[in-house]
């Protein structure tokens, strides 16, 4: 099989990268294995966690991170694009790359945030909110959702909050089992009549409270419930994230995934690229679990396959490696030198990743394979938690290997 560009890896990265290809014209097809980290997602997209201007903090880090690799004028440019980009896809979003806002975690914290889909309340700052009285609605047994943080959440910030809990014979089924009852099953059947008894059980408790807050389990396909109810409903409703899997993040990847497939795009779900043909400094093909002897060619790669949590890395007892190819990357020899002790301490392991060149061309052996380009959270020397750079790395990185791939 032959195609221009094959991505490794269908999570945020492979994504964008796909759909920047596939609206260039590009014949692109997307091997994925299985989840990304989208399916776990805060429903927010961090560029860089900071109070001031988010560029100004970006142009201050270490000469290796890769948004430095890429240089502020890209990271600016692919940032400022992506509303857009996400708009077309169905995904809407809030943010902008002047200024980061604040969220609300579920364990009721405020926390920075470049985007934030639509699903979410954004807050100009943490400590100040422009409502005196919220209602907070939870369902009959569903156990993924913390009232109690919030009440302690909007209790600091001086607003007084309310309590309902909808029972609701629909649950029935999904309550028989705690398993049963998460985000994702409840979102399933969370449509038009159910949303509309919601709606109605909604109007008669909240009084005079300014604003709903819900458990995130609404859209798993599409924003279509997310509308129809907040239409029902006479005040504003936002949602708070609930414990994984994550309904507007799953939601988020289903769209990016269609929107690549409507331009074109073959998205192979559920199959391992499991090594390539690397010759003169190029790779010619790749193979896959599910096609054994098949090789799949193209004119250029992308490694989008994430770090240890996607097995985009591998951790074995006595090396960290990047499996498909054995590719060159930055990680310490020693185990013990991989982790700090202390848990909030910085965790050396987050930086690990593939090594690149200034185009983001992977390296193995010490030579840069000529068309294998890296993006995303393979790519080595960010730390995504600790500076809050994960969901902006992905994305700018992708946009830039897509570019690179496009005027060469
Ligand atoms: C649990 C979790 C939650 C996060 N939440 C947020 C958040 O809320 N906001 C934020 O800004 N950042 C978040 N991050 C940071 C996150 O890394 C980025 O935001 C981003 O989603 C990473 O995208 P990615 O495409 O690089 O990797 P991933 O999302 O990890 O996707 C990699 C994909 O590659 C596939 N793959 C791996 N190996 C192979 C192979 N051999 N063959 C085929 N496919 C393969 C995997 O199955 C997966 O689908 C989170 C990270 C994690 C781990």
Known sequence: MKYETIIIGGGLSGLL???????????????????????????????????????????????????????????????????????????????????????????????????????????????????RKVAIVNFDGYLDFYPKFLDNFFAKRGVDTVHHTLTLAEFEHLR??????????????MTGDLLSKIATELRGRIGDAEVVFM?????????????????????????????PASVPGVRTQIQLKNYFQKLGGVYLLGDNVCGGEIRDNKLISVRTANHGDMEFHADNFILASGSFFSHGLIASQE?????????????????????????????????YGVVTDERLRCRLAGKTVENL????????????????????????????VADQIINA
Do not use: C
């Open 319 to 351: 090396h960290i490696y990047e499996p498909i190819f054995g590719l060159d990357i930055v990680a310490d020899q020693a185990r013990s030198e991989w982790y700090n002790q202390d848990l909030y301490a910085h965790q050396p392991y987050m930086g």
């Open 373 to 400: 380009y890296a993006a995303g959270s393979v790519l080595a020397n960010q730390n995504p938690i600790a500076e809050g750079t994960g969901g902006g790395v992905a994305i700018t990185t992708a946009l830039f």
């Open 176 to 189: 028989e089992s705690a398993t049963e009852m998460r985000a994702t099953n409840i979102a399933r059947i």
């Open 17 to 131: 990268s796909g759909i920047a290809l596939a609206r260039a014209g590009r014949k692109v097809a997307i091997i994925s294995a299985g989840q990304s980290a989208l399916h776990f997602s805060s429903g927010s997209f961090e560029l860089i966690d900071s109070e001031d201007n988010p560029l100004a903090a970006i142009a201050q880090m270490p000469s290796t991170h890769p948004y430095q690799t890429i240089g502020l004028d890209a990271v600016k440019r692919y940032a400022e694009a992506v509303p857009a980009l996400f708009a077309e896809a169905g995904v809407e979003v809030s943010g902008s790359v002047e200024k980061n806002h604040y969220r609300i975690t579920p364990i009721g914290m405020a926390k920075s945030a470049w985007l934030t889909l639509g699903d979410y309340a954004t807050l100009d700052n943490a400590t100040t909110l422009p409502w």
């Open 215 to 243: 458990p995130a389990v609404f859209g798993m396909f599409d924003a279509e419930a997310v509308s129809a109810l907040r239409s029902q409903v006479r005040v504003p409703l936002y949602f708070i994230p609930t414990m």
